[in-house]
């Protein structure tokens, strides 16, 4: 899914009060990490996830990883916080700005 800036801006808001819902250490993303993100979209639309100072892959390409995985999209990553985002396909929470169709020419 992709994002236009203004919705990213808009997740990113509502990431800034979340608590970071996993941590990724020395292991980085064994299968039971991916099984537990999945499962967390089951109840969330929005995850935060802290990457560890101990773990030595690169958190852009933990939270691709894990995105590509769980279906989800990355909203961004800052430093070794990720967050990820993945509309429920029934009932989405959060409702996104509308993207634009086209920015107006003068």
Do not use: W
């Amino acid at each position: 899914m992709e994002l236009t800036s203004k919705q990213r801006a808009y997740l990113k808001s509502l990431a800034s009060n979340l608590n970071p819902v996993f941590q990724i250490g020395k292991s980085s993303v064994t299968p039971e990490i991916t099984e537990a993100v999945i499962e967390c979209f089951n109840n969330n639309e929005l995850i935060k996830i802290n990457v560890l100072k101990n773990c030595e892959d690169d958190a852009k390409e933990i939270a691709q990883v894990l995105a590509d995985r769980s279906h989800s999209t990355v909203v961004q990553v800052i430093g070794k916080k990720i967050v990820l985002y993945k509309p429920d396909k029934d009932k989405p929470k959060i409702e996104l700005p509308k993207a634009d169709k086209k920015a107006k020419e003068f």
